[in-house]
């Protein structure tokens, strides 16, 4: 058997000479504790032993069998029911004639299931006549490790063929180079394995795994061989004593499809944290190794609090992949015999409590041995096989050679050794019900698939096979596309209006009050206002509209906003600046400020945000990031999960901590400006009170609206919604205080005064910043005055002339009368027009 194997250190890897000396002496030493000790009965008996009874000459083979325990322990002693099988496999060669001129015998021995003792009964077999030609055993892979390193010394060089002992460690030919094994090694699990998963359509499994010598080499070879399958590993979890901490992270990664390597007492402490944890079900799979203990679920195990029944429970219906114990009973061997009439032979000479599964593989071991020594024997009929030296060198190799070779069909089906001298062996595939195994499948290995035929079906516990994961649909928390469409038409209203604005700046640039106003940064701030409402559009596109391409809309809407928003309150806030520092200079001797200077305001105001964004995306690009904002499971095999987009770098809030504080001064100062000249009315030369209080609203809705945004920005519709219409309402107020009065004021002077307007001027007073300043200049609120005053006097003048002609109409009777009229003049004033 092979639990609880452990790799042995081989001095001889590093000194083989060291440790042949060490060896040698050893042997001495054992040859003098044997000479000392045994009795002369002994003697006799082996003298008996060697003299041939049938003609025949005695061939001796070495058995090592594990029939009791070292200190009466609970280990496995299923020795004692594969010894007889070894006995059986004897007779029927020898009945056989199989090796002609030689007889075929046993040695045995009992290993205890010690490394110790199998080291000592080893060197009692090679230092004690008859000569053995080859090794059976041993039962434990712990035990075969002695044995396969020192049989496989030069000195030596005896052949060794186990018939339980599984551990990977032996496929190692540099220090077992003449080991070979007749059961299948853990490894040969692992392709079956493999097969059930594609089988499933399974990519995502776990493995748990007692984590001694014998499983971790199995699992690091089944890890090999998921990763070339493509097989996701959710967790691999080692356990020693307690199994509590692995369930935990297993039940915590959600896994449901998991492997299982360790025997009976790992099965107990494992199955009974399944139970607590719930771990199995209709949502679960294990999948074992199918040569647990039986009854294992029976045995006292003080470490856990569970009883037999609930770790049945929790074990219940898993798959397992084992050996093939015996092929199909109307198989006819290479003994003559079918495997039913073994079986019933085997049965009828050993008790039920003496069986072992192992027995077969015993068998066939024995069989491999006949065959292999028979060729050799027709290959060189001159040897003596009774009588050859230890480490022979020709006639061991030509015998390692039939060996590899082999080929027949035995108890467990058809026999054959790989390069590596396991067997290459069929696998069962088994389901656990109720207490028992019941095959469902085959792993054929020369097909490399697996038979379903002929076999009972898998039952599974729910209505189908378990999913290897929850299934989980991911849901990005998008902008409304309702929401979305309403702001993009609102958005692009906007713009057309901006168009028209941009139209009538351009048409009428060369009236006078328009041409005053600076056109040329009107328009800037028109071109300002259209890139805010497009930022709109950036601002609602998500993975719910866009499908790729989503980290450069994340760059664009930062880039997008702060150039727009750079153009527009740029240009009002050059302007802002500009009456300012004209009403700030009481002796107006300082510099003109001309629209130039206003522009280089502007186009450093845009070489900041250009720089200071390259720099941001050089060093630290915004990219798509998702968070999970909600987790809500359907069913047992379904969630749905909640995500939401952001656009964010490694270091998002300190970048716009910086702009924002950039952008906030600027405001500040802005703000300030336009306090400062707010009560300036000259319209017509730089819309002074209009553009403070666009400064203003973007100033009070800036503040607003960011720290809103940002509380928001878990709530994409509500953040969208908040953003969009700040945005839109800030540039809409904006344009309309700039350039509806221009529009209102153009209409009211093309209605009363005509094309004359550019030639009107006057000069007038301005109270501002506390002084008095006379500035030659056109004001059109005078103009319309002078203009009613014109009208009137012209009213005026038509009724004194219809009020003279009515005067003439009267009788002249008295001349002199008239000639008083004539001569006196009127003594009413003229109509004040002044």
Known sequence: MNEGSFALPIACTSSFNQFKVNTTKRIFTYEIIYHTAMNHVNIIAIIILVIPVSGKQPLFIGGFFPMSSMNNGPDWTGGNGIQPAAEIAIEHVNNRGVLRDYELKMDWNDTKGSQGWTEHLLFKFISTPPRKVMFLGAGYSKCSTVMAAMAGLKPWRIPQISYSSTSPQLSDKTIYPYFYRTIPDDTSFNKP??????????????????????????????????KKEGIHEIAVEGFRDSASSHMASLKKKDARIIFGNFFGQGARRVFCEAYKREMYGPRYLWLLLGYIEKNWW?????????????MLAAANYHLATDYLWQARDNLKTVSGKTVKQFFQEYNSRVPVKRRDDHSSYAYDAVWAMALALNRTLTKMPEIRLDQLAYGQNQTIDLLIEELDNSSFTGITGPVAFTDKRNRAGDTRITQFIGGKHIQVGLYVNKLKKINWTGYNPIVWQGDSPPADRMQRMYKIQSTSLILYVFMIVVSSLCIIVALFFLWFNTKHRQIRFIKMSSPNLNNVIILGCIVNYISVVTFGLDGGLVNTGYDVICASRAWVLSLGFSLAYGAMFSKTWRVHTIFTNRKLKGKIVKDHHLFAVVFALVLIDVSYLTIWQVLDPLRRSLYI????????????????EYCESVATYKWLGILFAYKGLLLLFGAFLAWETRKVTITALN?????????YNVFVLCVVGAPMSLALKHQPDASFAIVSTIIIFATSLTIGFVFIPKVTELRKLMTVGGDTINRVERTFTVESLGHQQHIST???????????????????????????????????????QEDHIKQEPSKTPPPNIS
């Open 193 to 226: 394995r493999i097969t059930l998963l594609q089988t499933y359509n399974w990519t995502n499994v776990a493995i748990l795994y007692h984590d001694v010598g014998i499983h971790r080499a199995a699992v690091e070879h089944l890890q090999e061989e998921m």
């Open 629 to 644: 904002t909600k987790r809500d499971t359907q069913n047992l095999d379904m969630e749905v999960i909640s995500q939401i």
């Open 778 to 816: 056109i004001n059109t609120q005078t103009y319309r005055e002078l203009q009613e005053c014109k009208n009137l006097l012209a009213q005026k003048e038509q009724e004194i002339k219809d009020l003279r002609k009515r005067l003439n109409t009267y009788q002249p009777s008295s001349s002199s």
């Open 687 to 695: 819309d002074s009170k209009h553009i403070g209080f666009s400064v």
């Open 298 to 310: 029976l045995e006292k195990d003080d470490a856990i609090e569970c009883t037999a029944e609930q």
